[in-house]
């Protein structure tokens, strides 16, 4: 454990996986769901049910939902209630809502994310989420699902997200997925435009590594210099 006191044989039902907690996630703590809106240094989160906001939650107390990672801006979604339908976030909200247009033309406004369930898209080739300001809300710094990219778009080649505002870290969470080969299938990477908040602490590792696993017609656009572009 952390005060380096030792256990063994403990029993399966007494550990709980510590998963990380990020905003807009969606948990279930006193046997509620809500989302995540804040994270503060000591660990504790602030959730919100609704109307209701429960500050300083104990992360020993929160327990993440599978399906439960924060939107995107044209990811593709199923509704979990009333008729099943599938269509895809038009909006982030600043309360991490989400607007929705759905296959048959229908738009819902507001959508709780306890409301909506992931798709996987195989047959999904390119992404464009350039102008999408949306994809910048907090989350990793404009790439608040860049963890989950891999198992939505098993076999995406191209990914643009130039004036989105990305910032270091959703550009971290990239340069993990690219060193781990985990976008095997990824030929074009575009993170230009204005606003971008990268700098070289970013920039420089997400340049190694494509250059290490990238193949030779791979296209890969950052700015020209690591400093902030406004």
């Known amino acids: 454990y952390d005060d380096k006191t030792p256990a063994h044989l403990v029993p399966r039902d007494e550990l709980r996986s510590e998963m990380p907690i990020r905003v807009g996630q969606l948990v279930w703590n006193g046997g509620s ?4 809106v804040s994270v503060e240094k000591d660990g504790t989160c602030a959730i919100q049910r609704d109307e209701l906001l429960d500050k300083d939650v104990a992360r020993a107390n929160i327990r993440v939902h599978p399906d439960g990672a924060p939107l995107m801006v044209g990811q593709p979604v199923k509704a979990r209630t009333g008729k099943p339908k599938c269509g895809e ?13 759905y296959d048959d033309g229908s738009v819902e406004l507001g959508v709780r994310r306890y409301n909506l369930g992931t798709c996987t ?34 076999n995406l080649r191209s990914l643009e997200l130039d004036s989105c505002g990305v910032g270091d ?14 976008l095997h299938s990824l030929q074009s990477l575009s993170i230009e435009g204005s606003p971008t908040r990268l700098t070289d602490k970013s920039v ?25 572009h406004h």
């Open 89 to 101: 976030v038009m909006d982030v909200n600043q309360d991490w809502s989400y607007n929705v247009r």
């Open 204 to 228: 420089l590792p997400l340049r190694r590594a494509w250059k290490a696993v990238a193949k030779r017609e791979a296209q890969l656009k950052l700015p020209a210099t690591g400093k902030p």
């Open 169 to 182: 870290e959703g550009a971290d969470e990239l340069t993990k997925l690219i060193s781990a080969n985990r």
């Open 121 to 154: 898209l195989d047959s999904v080739v390119a992404l464009s989420l350039s102008q999408n300001k949306g994809v910048g809300l907090a989350g990793a710094g404009g790439l608040a699902l860049a963890s989950e990219l891999a198992s939505l778009f098993p």
């Open 33 to 36: 769901s809500g989302i995540v």
